[in-house]
């Protein structure tokens, strides 16, 4: 059996690069998906103009599968409800045929040893793989369990690890969307409790309430306050551009002194806030709030230590547009646009008076931690995931015998 056998379509993307838009829809590229799972801070924002002309031969529709066939090869990720897709360069939109298999098994026997051993060998194992659509609709998919029951049951298993998954993702981002319109009603609006009783006055950065102060950054936080060489026989987490995304920073591994690389020098800790110097205007920054090791980040990051505000009015100000853009009108470099710790230094921050960044902390914090504990369930609940689909695609366990409370508890704890 092939591919286009248990298929109702097999249809290539356009090949041209999707103009940016506004977010109506996303293009996925092969940088938007990840071990199986879509990673919409790397898709393109795409207009619906955009999204009607790049799905005119077929609509990506929820269940329906997205494999990427170059840069890398095999990857594969399922269509969500929300929110609309198109396919982005170097993907091919797979719609399976429900009367042949199970749409969320072969998902994930995609994803299995079976399919990537095949996908493999038909590139010849090059350095830079690539399949075109021929290739894939001719896929042999013989070594597939067609026990319909066998399939219901692994896809059953699977989904309901990345069901969970998918829930704490959308629980962070309601966190973070309710403490983003906090600051901004706070601290742009500035309709914070008790703002009635406050008059308006002028300041270098037009009208703010008495009281507060328009401060350069280096006078409210530390930047790159700490830095040293991790010893040979030191064990930590390494932190550079690669793991940082807007608001999060990814699974971190951990490594020795003697394998770091020379720029992992800055100290982190619980509470700083961590910024990319290259490219500010992609905003990648996040909020560190527990770590559970030593961190050392590359001196390709900028790390912001809070002195005299909190470090949730740190980190949210800091994501403001206005701090963005600070940024990038300072930014030098054609290729590589960069910024230097002076450059946020000498960023210009409303700073409020002592009790309204008190009480903002006090409403805001127990979100930031929460999103923080979410976000490691998830990549947690992840690996427990990637441990199991290859044995049970193939069948090495038997699914009987597996108690997934169990696992899930264990693994989460």
């Known amino acids: 059996m092939q591919l286009s056998d248990i298929a109702e379509a097999i249809v290539d993307c356009e090949h041209k690069t999707a103009p940016k838009g506004d977010g109506f829809a996303y293009s996925v590229g092969t940088k938007a998906m990840k071990g199986g799972r879509l990673v919409l801070d790397a898709a393109k924002p795409v207009s619906e103009e955009t999204y009607v002309g790049w799905t005119r031969r077929t609509r990506p529709k929820p269940g329906d599968l997205i494999l990427a066939r170059e840069a890398p090869v095999g990857d594969v990720i399922r269509v969500p409800e929300h929110p609309h897709l198109c396919l982005g360069q170097r993907t091919v939109l797979i719609r399976p045929d429900a009367k042949m298999v199970n749409p969320r098994f072969l998902h994930y026997w995609l994803l299995g040893p079976d399919a990537q051993g095949v996908m493999r060998a038909q590139t010849g194992g090059a350095t830079v793989g690539h399949l075109n659509v021929g290739d894939i609709r001719k896929l042999n998919v013989t070594p597939m369990p067609v026990d319909a029951d066998h399939q219901a049951n692994v896809a ?41 009783d406050v008059p308006m006055v002028d300041s270098a950065l037009g009208l703010i309430p008495d009281g507060w102060e328009v401060q350069p950054l280096a006078a409210i936080a530390t930047v790159n306050g700490s830095s040293r060489k991790p010893g040979g026989d030191e064990v930590f987490r390494y932190l550079d551009i690669s793991a940082l995304s807007e608001r999060h920073i990814g699974e971190l591994e951990a490594i020795g002194g003697s394998s770091a690389p020379g720029r992992a020098r800055r100290v982190v800790s619980p509470g700083d806030t961590v910024w990319a110097t290259v490219r500010p205007n992609r905003r990648a920054h996040a909020l560190l709030v527990a770590p559970d090791s030593d961190w050392i980040a590359s001196t390709g990051l900028a790390v912001l230590t809070p002195s005299t505000v909190s470090p949730d009015f740190l980190f949210e100000t800091s994501s403001a547009t206005a701090f963005s853009d600070w940024l990038v009108g300072r930014a030098t470099g054609s290729a590589y646009p960069a910024v230097r710790a002076k450059d946020f230094e000498e960023a210009p921050i409303v700073v409020p008076d002592v009790a309204v960044d008190a009480a903002f902390a006090d409403k805001v914090s127990p979100m930031h931690d929460l999103s923080w504990r979410l976000r490691n369930e998830c990549s947690r609940l992840a690996a427990l995931r990637d441990l199991l689909l290859p044995k049970l695609v193939t069948g090495q366990i038997d699914i009987s015998t597996l108690d997934l409370d169990a696992l899930v508890a264990r693994q989460v704890a």
């Open 156 to 196: 059953e298993v699977l989904g309901s690890i990345d069901d969970l998954i998918e829930n704490n993702r959308r629980r962070i981002e309601l966190l973070e969307e309710t403490a983003r319109a906090i600051y901004r009603e706070w601290f742009v609006n500035y309709r914070y409790p008790g703002h009635e």
